[in-house]
T-cell receptor, first 115, second 114 residues
Framework: AQSVTQPDIHITVSEGASLELRCNYS??????LFWYVQSPGQGLQLLLK????DTLVQGIKGFEAEFKRSQSSFNLRKPSVHWSDAAEYFC?????????????WGLGTSLAVNP | DSGVTQTPKHLITATGQRVTLRCSPR?????VYWYQQSLDQGLQFLIQ???????AKGNILERFSAQQFPDLHSELNLSSLELGDSALYFC?????????????FGPGTRLTVL
């Protein structure tokens, strides 16, 4: 069965530092992968997604993610973190739901940013 | 603001009761998704409707049901509530019926069962 693991429950970085959030997936075929962000008190917002092609995907808010099939990973990165990036980050993988599709979600990584 | 609205924002009720959560999708979106978010299980997909019809089903309990009305708003009904049903319930919408399309999430309804 498909699954997503986000190994880091909580990460703290200093403003201006680089960031990498880890995501590992379990899926038999070529996965469809997503990163969403949940700001405090808000719903989730799509940062980026990978379906095929270039393994380095650019998203909104200066984020990027790299798909590595050999490592079953889809890590999210940002070169310089801003205080407004403090939020909960969710990785998801696409999966079958009967004749249709659904998303399987990781448990999330909470990001705190120190001034 | 995603354009998805959910009411109420907070709901406190007792075990054994029944509640209804309401969601209005973004203008033009035909799909509505319901999710349950809890600390121990994370974000769980419950069910999806597309243009009034059930499209996909996830980990939705038999005590829970949902529907999408002709004006495309959706309601999630939770009955015989248990303490473990306390969670944040999100509604999301997308333009088309494929869940791989970008989903726009509402702010959620926080349900507390006492």
């Amino acid at each position: 069965a498909q699954s997503v693991t986000q190994p880091d429950i909580h990460i703290t970085v200093s403003e201006g530092a680089s960031l990498e959030l880890r995501c590992n997936y379990s899926y038999g075929a070529t996965p469809y992968l997503f990163w969403y962000v949940q700001s405090p008190g808000q719903g989730l917002q799509l940062l980026l997604k990978y379906f095929s092609g270039d393994t380095l995907v650019q998203g909104i808010k200066g984020f990027e993610a790299e798909f590595k099939r050999s490592q079953s990973s889809f890590n999210l990165r940002k070169p310089s973190v801003h205080w407004s990036d403090a939020a909960e980050y969710f990785c998801a993988v696409g999966a079958k739901a009967g004749n249709n599709r659904k998303l399987i979600w990781g448990l999330g990584t909470s990001l705190a940013v120190n001034p | 603001d995603s354009g998805v609205t959910q009411t109420p924002k907070h709901l406190i009720t007792a075990t054994g009761q029944r509640v209804t959560l309401r969601c209005s999708p973004r203008s033009g979106d035909l799909s509505v998704y319901w999710y349950q978010q809890s600390l121990d299980q994370g974000l769980q997909f419950l069910i999806q409707y597309y243009n009034g019809e059930e499209r996909a089903k996830g980990n939705i309990l038999e005590r829970f049901s949902a529907q999408q009305f002709p004006d495309l708003h959706s309601e999630l009904n939770l009955s015989s509530l248990e303490l473990g049903d306390s969670a944040l319930y999100f509604c999301a919408s997308s333009v088309l019926g494929d869940s791989y399309n970008e989903q726009f999430f509402g702010p959620g309804t926080r349900l507390t069962v006492l």
